[in-house]
């Protein structure tokens, strides 16, 4: 089993950068996949970026490829999400997830098994 606790949300003008941070604890983190995921008002939750801890293997949703980047820090077992060149479109909860999983990454909420509490990220226009 491992527990999951997000931070680094806010508000942030369009145009600016965030990072989010997913301090994973419990055994044997580097086995697991570790996703982040975003749920806006009335939609539904979806992938926005994922990686395998072991090797680290990285996947995104394509609105965020070339401006959001998935990270790890093996001594803290901590996974980062920096988000750069933010959009008012991305203004959601972003929660982080993690699957014990060491093949590609998962992309559907339904494919991890724990979840952190989640972190809102507000983008203003």
């Known amino acids: 089993q491992v527990q999951l606790v997000e931070s680094g949300g806010g508000l942030v003008q369009a145009g600016g950068s965030l990072r989010l941070s997913c301090a994973a604890s419990?055994?044997?983190?580097?086995?697991?996949?570790i996703g982040w995921f975003r749920q806006a008002p009335g939609k539904e939750r979806e992938f926005v970026a994922g990686?395998?801890?072991?090797?680290?293997?990285?996947d995104y949703v394509d609105s965020v490829k070339g401006r959001f980047t998935i990270s790890r820090d093996n001594a803290k077992n901590t996974v980062y999400l920096q988000m750069n060149s933010l959009k008012p479109e991305d203004t959601a909860v972003y929660y982080c997830?993690?699957?014990?999983?060491?093949?590609?990454?998962?992309?559907?909420?339904?494919?991890?098994?724990?979840w952190g509490q989640g972190t809102q990220v507000t983008v203003s226009s």
């Open positions: 997830a993690a699957v014990r999983w060491l093949g590609a990454v998962i992309t559907t909420p339904g494919g991890y098994d724990y």
């Open positions: 419990g055994r044997a983190v580097s086995t697991y996949t």
């Open positions: 990686i395998r801890w072991s090797g680290g293997t990285t």
